[in-house]
C-alpha cells in the first residue's frame, strides 16, 4: 500500500511549521482537516507520529523516521524537476538547510559553499546559528539537514565527518588591567572551564555575551578575557594573546542522516565542505 501523499504533506508541514495552526493555515485548511489527515497517517502506518502536550509538538522517533523520509522524497522531485528543465551538466537546484555553532558559521562555512552557491543561482541556502546543544533537536526533527558541531555525534543512522580544527587561545584587550573576568556565550558555555581544566564555574567571574562575535567585541571593549578561535582574531591589532603556546583544540564535525538516496546537491555540499577544510 502507499502512503497518502495529503497525508504526508498534512504530517511534513506541521513538522516544518512546528505548530498545527501553522500548518493548517500553510496548506489552506481547518485544523481539523490537518489533524485528520495526521491521524490517518498514523493508522496506515500503525504507529504515533506527533504528541501534543503543554510543552508544545513533539516528533516521536517513529515521527523521525517518516521526517526522513519526506525530506528525501523531496529532494528526489526536486532533482528529477531540475533534470527535466535543464541541460545535460546544467545547474543544480534546491535548498541547503544546515546548522552550526557561532564560530564556524560565517567564517568557514559560509565561505566554503560560497562557490557552490554562485556557480547554481537557483539553490537557496537557510543558515542557522544556535548554541551547540540546541542543534540536535534541528536535526531530529528535519528543521535542518546538515548539522555542524565541534563534537562526533554517535548515533545510529547519523553520518559523521571530521572536517578540521579549531585552535582556541586565551585573548585580552592590549593594555587590560581589570581584575580576572571571562566573557563566555552563556552560562552552558563551558569554554572557559575547559581551557583552565575546571570542574566548576564557581571560582570564575565570568559574563555572557551571546556568540563568540559579542564574545570579542566585548574583550575589545575591556570588558574581560576570552578564549576565542585563532581563526577569527589573526586580523584585530588591539588584541594580544596571552599565554600564545597554549593552544586548546576543538574538532569540527559536519553530521547528516544516512539515507538511501542523497540529490546531487547533497553530495555537493558534503564534497564543498571537506575540500575546503583540507585545503
Not at 86 to 103: D, E, N, T, V
Not at 224 to 231: C, D, E, F, Q, T
Request: charge should be neutral.
Amino acid at each position: 500500500m502507499h502512503m497518502n501523499s495529503l497525508f504526508l504533506e498534512a504530517f511534513f508541514t506541521c513538522v516544518q511549521m512546528g505548530s498545527f495552526t501553522k500548518a493548517a493555515k500553510r496548506l489552506s485548511i481547518t485544523q481539523s482537516a490537518l489533524s485528520q489527515r495526521i491521524k490517518n497517517l498514523e493508522t496506515e502506518l500503525a504507529t504515533t507520529l506527533i504528541i501534543r502536550d503543554r510543552a508544545g509538538l513533539r516528533v516521536t522517533p517513529s515521527g523521525e523516521e517518516v521526517v526522513r523520509f519526506c525530506k528525501m522524497k523531496l529532494e528526489a522531485e526536486t532533482e528529477l524537476r531540475s533534470k527535466l528543465h535543464s541541460k545535460p551538466g546544467g545547474h543544480l537546484a534546491g535548498l541547503i538547510r544546515i546548522g552550526g555553532y557561532s564560530s564556524v558559521n560565517r567564517s568557514l562555512i559560509l565561505p566554503a559553499l560560497s562557490p557552490l552557491l554562485k556557480r547554481n543561482p537557483e539553490v537557496s541556502i537557510r543558515l542557522v546559528t544556535q548554541e551547540i546543544h540546541e542543534l540536535m533537536p534541528l536535526l531530529q526533527s528535519g528543521e535542518i539537514d546538515f548539522m555542524v558541531v565541534d563534537r562526533e555525534v554517535e548515533r545510529d543512522g547519523v553520518a559523521s565527518h571530521l572536517l578540521g580544527w579549531e585552535k582556541n587561545v586565551l585573548i585580552q584587550k592590549k593594555g587590560y588591567g581589570c581584575a580576572e573576568i571571562y566573557l563566555d556565550h552563556d552560562e552552558e558555555d563551558l569554554t572557559t572551564l575547559n581551557y583552565f581544566k575546571l570542574k566548576s564555574a564557581s571560582s570564575l567571574k565570568r559574563r555572557y555575551l551571546d556568540d563568540v562575535y559579542g564574545v570579542i567585541d566585548g574583550v575589545k571593549n575591556g570588558l574581560g578575557k576570552a578564549i576565542v578561535p585563532l581563526h577569527l582574531i589573526s586580523q584585530s591589532k588591539n588584541i594580544e594573546i596571552l599565554n600564545p603556546e597554549k593552544v586548546i583544540k576543538s574538532p569540527i564535525y559536519l553530521h547528516y542522516y544516512e539515507q538511501a538516496f542523497y540529490a546531487r546537491l547533497h553530495h555537493e555540499v558534503v564534497t564543498h565542505l571537506t575540500t575546503w577544510f583540507a585545503e
